[in-house]
């Protein structure tokens, strides 16, 4: 324990070392006398891991508090009584036998996944159309209301089994709001279903909740009270879904780590898997293992993907949504882009700084580098890219009409350029349609909000500039009055394409309100 908070689990070999580290006592004898059959090299290595949890005395970290920052973009703000609050309610609610539970939620998420399968049309509109503004303003103060018992729900689960919930508070996540509850001393359950449990407390809240709304909605009769369930619905499966990933510091992994009472898998195996690619590209030392199972290396490699990938996602679909929504949002997409880059420019500079301290040589460490870096901007400069413009269109009778937040987008229209009609939905786009594009002089107009956001309010209009006509294919069908429009500009390197899409299409509208 350092400052109340579970921080190592060692085994009785490594306590009588820890006891006999009194500071009078040289290295080298302690060496000798606990681990003699290891090498110097793993027994400093070993000195230095007490050293970094904080185990030595000396050491100058300060426990969290009520203000934390964690690197890079999380800022908590917590009160320190919680152990006191949990108590408190623990106290307040009825306890239910555990099978019983289990029981009624199984039962709960059997009907669920039945009204969801009957409802399979609706949820599929939910994903592909806008959404009502009332409906996202709900949708909005009932996550965060879930997030807020999805972290009740780890603390109340820690209490009940013994354990002690340290802090808990709000805090900006990644620039989200969200709730936090530490549940560290999670580690000191005895009994590893327990931790379990205690992991998947949270990810339970939102799957029985997705449930309710999904059998709710089935039964009752009003369309916008239904859209707003289904809403609901889909947004905590989501939620339930990105959590059980195991490869990022999530509620999954956290069941996962327990499950298989492995302390630090995440970091373990990262470890394990960089020292892989090391000796792999740069003819590293061979490193023992930090987690002596085979799948460390690929779970390892995952976990270093997976957080990206995720996060490439996420800005993919941003900038698809708001780059053409204004000069506020173009802004906001750029920024976000910026960050993301920085901070993973600052995440490759620390591996490369370790790969250099692991004793490699520095003439493959240049050779491979200058080599990789040649072969992605190569890479980059010959792989074809389909480049395309997204806009919103609109329906006037029988003109279908291109428009956009600005006056123009990042690159010319060019005459007959096939276009694509989609629905504009939230998390999902639906083909519509398809034509030709017939660019025309900019004119100022006013268009529904769902011809540029995927948010629909009746009578809410918002200012755009019209800039193509289409002509609408004979095999289309009947359109919706607004939707998303993707225009098909020919092909462009990966590079060209990036900087089109990342850069110069959002920062289009600022040069226009200029």
């Known amino acids: 324990m350092v400052h109340g908070v579970p921080s190592s689990r060692v085994s009785p070999s490594v306590v009588d070392l820890l006891t006999a580290m009194d500071g009078k006592a040289p290295l080298h004898d302690l060496h000798r006398r606990f681990a003699a059959s290891e090498s110097w090299e793993n027994f400093l290595e070993l000195v230095h891991r007490f050293r970094a949890s904080g185990l030595l005395e000396g050491d100058t970290r300060l426990p969290p508090g009520r203000l934390t920052y964690r690197p890079p973009f999380t800022l908590q703000i917590a009160t320190l009584r919680a152990p006191a609050m949990f108590a408190f309610l623990d106290r307040l609610i009825v306890r239910f036998r555990g099978r019983a539970v289990l029981i009624a939620g199984a039962v709960l998420l059997c009907l669920g996944f039945v009204a969801a399968a009957l409802q399979a049309r609706e949820l599929r509109n939910i994903l592909t159309t806008p959404v009502a503004l009332s409906s996202l303003v709900t949708l909005l103060a009932a996550l965060l209301l879930l997030t807020l018992l999805h972290e009740c729900a780890h603390g109340l689960s820690l209490t009940r089994f013994g354990g002690r919930p340290r802090r808990a508070g709000f805090m900006l996540f990644y620039l989200s709001p969200a709730f936090f509850v530490d549940v560290t001393d999670g580690w000191r359950l005895p009994d590893r279903r327990h931790r379990v449990a205690v992991a998947l407390a949270g990810p339970a809240v939102h799957a029985l909740v997705a449930a309710l709304a999904l059998i709710a909605a089935l039964v009752l009769p009003q369309p916008a009270v239904d859209q707003t369930l289904l809403l609901l619905a889909v947004a905590c499966i989501g939620i339930v879904l990105v959590n059980l990933i195991p490869f990022v510091r999530f509620d999954g992994y956290i069941a996962l780590m327990s ?109 491979v580098g200058v080599a990789l870096v040649a072969g ?114 020919g092909t462009r390197n990966l590079w060209q394409t990036l900087w089109l899409t990342g850069v110069i299409s959002p920062l289009s509208a600022l040069h226009s309100e200029s």
């Open 259 to 367: 499950a298989l009472d492995e302390p630090n898998l995440r970091d373990r195996s990262i470890r394990d898997g960089a020292n892989f690619l090391t000796r792999l590209l740069f003819g590293g030392p061979r490193a023992s293992r930090r987690l002596d199972t085979w799948w460390s290396v690929p779970f390892g490699l995952a976990s270093l993907v997976a957080p990206v990938t995720l996060m490439l996602l996420v800005l993919a679909r941003a900038v698809r949504t708001f780059s053409g929504g204004g000069p506020i949002l173009a802004v906001f997409v750029v920024a976000l882009e910026a960050i993301v880059v920085l901070v993973g420019v600052g995440i490759l500079a620390r591996a490369l700084h370790r790969v250099l301290r692991s004793g490699v040589s520095r003439l493959r460490f240049v050779s």
């Open 376 to 489: 992605v901007v190569t890479a980059g400069i010959l792989i074809p890219v389909p480049l395309t413009a997204t806009l919103g269109f609109t329906a006037r009778g029988d003109q279908v009409l291109l428009v956009h937040a600005g006056e123009k987008v990042a690159v010319d229209l060019p005459d007959d350029a096939r276009v694509v009609l989609t629905s504009s939905g939230i998390l999902a786009n639906e083909q519509v349609g398809e034509g030709t594009a017939r660019p025309r002089p900019p004119e100022p107009t006013r268009v529904p909000l769902d011809a540029l956001f995927p948010i629909e309010a009746d009578g809410v209009s918002v200012s755009a500039v019209i800039i193509a006509g289409v002509d609408v294919s004979e095999g289309s069908g009947s359109l919706p009055s607004t939707g998303q429009a993707r225009v098909e500009l």
